[in-house]
């Protein structure tokens, strides 16, 4: 009998490499889709016909309860958040909520319908905020410098509490930076490939940056999600640290994308105050021995390969809209 598995989240980078992983293996894969995502299915086109959706919105308990309860699955990946650190300092309430609280709803929901069900939730290397420690672990002191952060560490401690209380199975993994082609544009690795190729045949002319300077632990969303899984699979619940263990500077990322296509940063890219957040971090580096000791997690895309299978996908759809506006006169 097929294991069932319900991806909250399931249109974004992480919920759709997730369900691609789960279908490998033999899951039937159900996502539940909410109402401002309804036709941004493009990352998941591909697997429309082999996964069932389900409409609901974190925020809304019960269609949250409908879903679990009509769905009844085995696992529960919450890839569904308000995830983006610097929309937080605007959207304070709304981060809080959605990113912390709703983890608190979804666990309820399991305590009273099925304890049994497995649950995995997704926190964040920004909960380390300011550290004076040069790469953090799972027990790292916490210091979170922007409202996601610091919903992300509420939800681990409500993790913590229905664990401890309720003995419900609740993991969850701290994820250091992971990017891919599915990355938004609202996240600097994305915008700097799509700019390179887009500059790199003429689409685009500059690209506006805040803080180049930031060190970033950068890793492959793919294998981080194989991660998630190996976690779930564990005969206990627990926290893991996910990450390369290496930092690099945005400047190097930049440097690295844009010599891929042939450009000079200095000649395209221009600094934007505007652009950078109030809320500064450490350097954040991820010691990854417990994962690794514990189901031999070891990240194989570094942040040169990262660029390269990024910049390919960007490549093509740039490719892609010059053909179109040569076919168009636009």
């Known amino acids: 009998m097929k294991k069932k598995a319900l991806i909250l989240g399931i249109t974004g980078q992480d919920g759709s490499y997730l369900a691609e992983i789960l279908l490998e293996k033999g899951y039937e894969v159900h996502g539940l889709i909410r109402r401002s995502a309804t036709g941004n299915t493009r990352n998941i086109e591909h697997i429309l016909d082999k996964i069932t959706l389900h409409r609901g919105d974190l925020g809304d308990v ?36 959605i990113t912390g609280g709703a983890v608190g709803r979804i666990l309820e929901i399991i305590r009273q319908t099925d304890p049994t069900i497995r649950f995995f939730q997704p926190l964040t290397s920004n909960m380390f905020g300011l ?12 210091y ?57 045949i003429g689409l685009q002319d500059k690209l506006s940056l805040g803080d180049i300077g930031a060190e970033i632990d950068f890793g492959y969303a793919k294998e981080y999600m194989e991660a998630a899984w190996n976690i779930l699979q564990l005969d206990h619940p627990d926290d893991f640290v996910i990450g390369t263990g290496e930092s690099h ?59 390269r299978i990024m910049l390919g996908e960007d490549k093509k759809e740039a490719e892609k809209e010059l053909i179109l506006r040569s076919q168009t006169g636009a």
């Not at 550290?131 to 916490?142: A, D, F, M, P, S």
């Not at 200095?266 to 189901?295: C, N, Q, W």
């Open 62 to 97: 019960p269609s949250l309860f409908q879903t679990i309860h009509t769905v009844h699955p085995q696992e529960i990946y919450n890839e569904a958040d308000q995830d983006h650190a610097g929309w937080s300092y605007e959207l304070v309430d709304y981060a809080s909520d």
């Open 131 to 142: 550290t004076e420690t040069k790469t953090q672990n799972e027990k790292t002191l916490l």
């Open 144 to 200: 979170p410098q922007s409202p996601y952060a610091c919903a992300k560490v509420y939800a681990w401690m409500l993790i913590r509490y229905y664990r401890d209380v309720h003995h419900i199975f609740a993991s969850t993994a701290i994820f250091f930076n992971h990017e891919s082609p599915r990355r938004t544009e609202s996240y600097v690795s994305r915008k700097i490939t799509k700019a390179a190729a887009r500059i790199s």
């Open 249 to 307: 500077s945005v400047r190097e990322f930049l440097e690295e994308a844009f010599a891929v296509v042939g450009l000079n940063v200095d000649e395209h890219v221009e600094i934007d105050a505007s652009l950078f957040r109030p809320g500064k971090t450490s350097t954040l580096v991820a010691d990854y021995a417990k994962a690794k000791k514990t189901f031999g997690f070891e990240p194989k895309v570094k942040y040169k390969d990262l660029v």
